[in-house]
């Protein structure tokens, strides 16, 4: 049992945890400023308090010293969080500040009790209001509470027993009912200190494992997206069978008929020669053509699939969309036609091969949703933070609230399968949220489409 009550105090186990002990502090950081604050205005609110209320009691400079002593206090921890110096040790200085505090309000009111009796009294409740700011804006391990209050009590105690043998105040044990309260407090403060310790501790514990879920959640939103893409690959190496060897048939056709050509008899009549030679250069013409045409295609594959860089780069982005249509386009049955305007703007620092998958989900949905025949549209523009990229399709629309779902992962039952749903759009929005952007869809039944994507230019954080 003593075991259990010292672990309960100590929370010497969860303290171990380098990360945890991390977000303690860093949560004490940031109360550090709310105590300095609060120590700069309570004493100076009480005193100006004491003089509206009790305009009678005189004015002790010694006790009034003491109580902006306190105010002083106020501004050095303000000036401490903002130097960043003790960040580690945050806690004791917290402890330290709320302990040399009481001792100057303890003397404050000691001074004035010989005058007003009440001030004796009125010990308790700033001793109390000092452990209960400390509890508010600093995650004390139990036994630091304990602690303070105990040295509280210790101190009070003291000086009341000094006050009485410098005949300030009668022995008559009245201060002895601060003592009774002052370790009620203590108790009732450790108490409660456990408890949110404990609940400080399990929320960091449900914070970490939602973190994991996200994680993972993140991961398989990667996947997803890659999986379609991967998909929309294996569909484009069909469309690129045809387009690799309209080329490559017409080149080596030439290069056939060249070589005849070449293996002519040279007594040919000059006309004959001169047609000849015409014929040569013309089929020269149109190998290079189609050997262009297949260095553009290469290129455009290259810059699309990109799939061993997943670091972060400088793209432009308007030719990443191009490549991305052109390759939707070739990839789908009916010839999908991208209507481009894309306006200048500068390089957006992304990782390619995840864009690319935003893009190639975005443009894809919008070839899906677009009837037979019509085109979709693709705009960019710059308005000097971030590059805004609207694409619509003219299909048949979605109403609010299949707008305000469309972004929901979910699962739908196909015939006699069940098939994943809105997992693309989902990750798109992931992906583009990581790099400091935003996704918004807008649509209304029968008049088609339109998905906004804003891409902040400046370089992502890794």
Known sequence: MAWRIWQALTQSENERDDQFRSELERKSWEGLRVLGLALVLVPLTMIAAVQALMPGVSVRADATGLMLAVTAMGFGVLALQRSGAFYDHVRSVSM??????????????LLRAPEQGMFLYVILGQVSVAILLGLLTTPFRPIQVLLLGAFA???????YRLAIHWAMLPDDGAGMINILFLSMVTVLATGVSVSQYREFHERYLMHQVQLRAAEEMRDVQCRKLLSDNAASMGRLAAALSHELNNPLGIIKSNLYTIRTLLEGRPDLPAARLA????MKQNLCRDSLESVERLESTVARMQ????????????VEVNQLLRDVADVVSDATEERVRFEMDLQPAPDAHVRPQLMSAVFSALLQNAADASPDGASARVATAFDGESIRIRIEDRGKGMSAKEVAESMEPGFRVRGERVASCNWNLFGARQIVREHGGEIEIRSEPGRGTAIEVALPVRRVRT
Request: proline share 3%; with cysteine; glycine share 6%.
């Open 96 to 109: 330290a500040v709320i302990g040399a505090a009481c001792c100057c309000l303890i003397w404050s009111m």
């Open 303 to 314: 810059r699309f699939t990109n799939l061993d860089r997943a670091e972060i780069l400088p």
């Open 275 to 278: 047609r000849a030679t015409e």
């Open 153 to 159: 009590n210790v101190f009070f105690y003291g000086s």
